[in-house]
């Protein structure tokens, strides 16, 4: 298959719809990314039994929490768990065991069948940043609204290098809170066709969003459209709203990220092994819950993960200890035999400045390096993940294309090994190798090119104004909102949409809390 696919508005016939082919805006998505390159691996197999013994005992002789949940407790009480008031001990190897029927990858269809992604094995899939209550641009930080929100996903669609639409990415705070989500996946469903995550706020809000999809697809008939983030309140607690939310995903065959929220020294142990035991057991309690649920249900196990500033008390990003972490979990992962979710964007700069460049290109290249399946944040995230930034997401966006050269390998085929132009070079014929047919014929594409960095010399740079690259990446946010064109949409389809969302609307009181 062709490493990038192009989405186009639906064609017509005669003359008019040719030259409306012509003129059309070409938007580029690339497919995900397929590793040709190793994992990093830094435990060897006397420390990775270590750990799983040590989850173990912990599930065993400490437990988890299901709080609020007296559904979860009557799951676990006749799989063969302990279950004392809402605290769960597990049987060693039991939750293991559960964990078996989870399928190691799935496909995430997405409603243009060209961007759907299989997650899992070698893939590689970006989305975008989740959750910031802030927004970042021209005019400085302030609260999202749902204006905000839409321009996010359009530049999703425009973004060349990722592969998903995401969740959350503001919360729109102009909307009421037991409404917004209808207003965010309606904005994910037509104007972007690229994959997309589901409701985890209330159990109602995931039915809501199984149901929409159900519209949107026409029937889901077993089909995996969604992928969304079911985060465990650690240490080893899974309240009754996000395992409400994974029930209903579980039941209806759509995809649950299980992951531990882990601010290392606060919610975990300050060292890394420990940290790595707290997240196994997290992982394996809730993996295996969902398999309770469902057998086979879809289910990424999940290890976000930032250290602690021990002087001011907050969140840490683009750190040594986090890496060790990410790079750990992804072999304990790999070993449970489910794709891996981790790493992104992640910085604690107020900015996107070089504070932001550095923490975000070691928290990118770890991912990468550590076999993660899918990323959620890989563009967007600024101030340890309270502001969704504009220019930081074009900025992200753009560095993205970097980990799909680096996954590619290295190219050992006939024409890779370049005999032919190193002769020809080498014998006299030539002094450097730009004219050689070799170079004329792979120039296009033997190098990653920036779309948004500047290399121009110094007088050019200076004649243009002497832009920054902060500069540079609002100009393009305004490029590619001006660009955007809506991917074509059944109207019928939209209609039923908007109809649902506006009933749904007028069924309830507008809620803030």
């Known amino acids: 298959m062709s490493d990038v696919v192009e989405g186009r508005r639906a064609r017509g016939g005669g003359g008019a719809a040719r030259r409306a082919e012509r003129t059309a805006v070409r938007i580029e998505a690339a497919r995900f990314i397929e590793r040709n390159i190793p994992n990093l691996e830094i435990l060897n197999e006397e420390a990775l039994e270590i750990i799983e013994a040590n989850a173990e005992t912990i599930l065993e002789e400490i437990g988890v929490n299901f709080v609020e949940n007296p559904g979860a407790l009557a799951l676990w009480k006749e799989a063969g768990a302990d279950v004392q008031g809402e605290r769960v001990r597990i049987p060693r190897g039991l939750a293991r065991q559960l964990c078996k029927t989870a399928p190691s990858s799935y496909v995430q269809h997405a409603r243009n069948p060209e961007r759907s992604v299989t997650v899992g094995g070698r893939g590689l899939v970006l989305a975008p940043v989740y959750g910031p209550p802030f927004v970042r641009d021209e005019n400085g930080r302030r609260y999202a609204t749902m204006e905000d929100f839409q321009k996010f996903v359009k530049l999703g669609y425009m973004s060349k290098w990722l592969h998903h639409s995401g969740g959350t990415v503001c919360e729109p705070t102009d909307i009421p809170v037991n409404k917004r989500h209808l207003d965010m996946l309606l904005a994910h469903m037509t104007l972007s066709d690229k994959p997309y995550m589901g409701s985890v706020t209330a159990p109602e809000r995931a039915q809501d969003s199984v149901e929409m999809s159900d519209i949107l697809f026409g029937g889901l008939d077993g089909r995996t459209v969604m992928t969304s983030l079911i985060n465990i309140n650690s240490p080893m607690t899974f309240d009754g709203i996000m395992m409400g939310a994974l029930e209903v995903y579980a039941k209806a065959n759509q995809a649950a990220i299980i992951s531990p929220f882990i601010v290392g020294g606060a919610m975990s142990p300050v060292t890394v092994a420990g940290t790595l035991t707290q997240v196994m057991v997290e992982v394996l309690a809730g993996v295996a819950y969902s398999q309770l649920v469902k057998k086979g249900a879809p289910v990424i196990a999940g290890a976000f993960v930032t250290s602690t500033d021990m002087a001011s008390g907050a969140p840490t990003f683009g750190t040594p200890e986090a890496s060790l972490i990410t790079y750990g979990a992804g072999q304990l992962v790999r070993r449970l035999g489910v794709p891996y979710r981790s790493a ?12 932001a460049a550095y923490e975000t290109a070691n928290s990118l290249s770890m991912g990468l390096m550590a076999g993660v399946n899918f990323m959620l944040h890989a563009c967007g995230w600024l101030e340890g993940g309270l502001v969704s930034s504009f220019e930081k997401f074009v900025m992200d966006a753009d560095q993205l294309g970097v980990l799909h050269h680096i996954a590619k390998g290295i190219d050992m085929s006939e024409n890779g090994q370049a ?20 170079t004329q014929a792979n120039f296009r594409t033997a190098f990653w090119k920036s779309d948004l960095l500047d290399y121009k010399p110094f007088e050019t740079w200076e004649e243009e104004g002497a832009r920054d690259t902060v500069q540079l990446a609002r100009e393009r946010v305004a490029k590619l909102l001006n660009d955007y064109q809506k991917p074509a949409i059944d109207p019928a389809v939209e209609e039923a949409l908007s109809e649902y969302v506006a009933k749904k609307k007028a069924s309830m009181p507008d809620a803030f809390m």
């Open 344 to 355: 992104g964007s992640f910085c604690g700069s107020k900015l996107p400045d070089a504070q």
């Open 419 to 438: 005999m032919d132009a190193l002769r020809y070079v080498g014998s006299g014929e030539a002094s450097h190798f730009l004219g050689t047919d070799h």
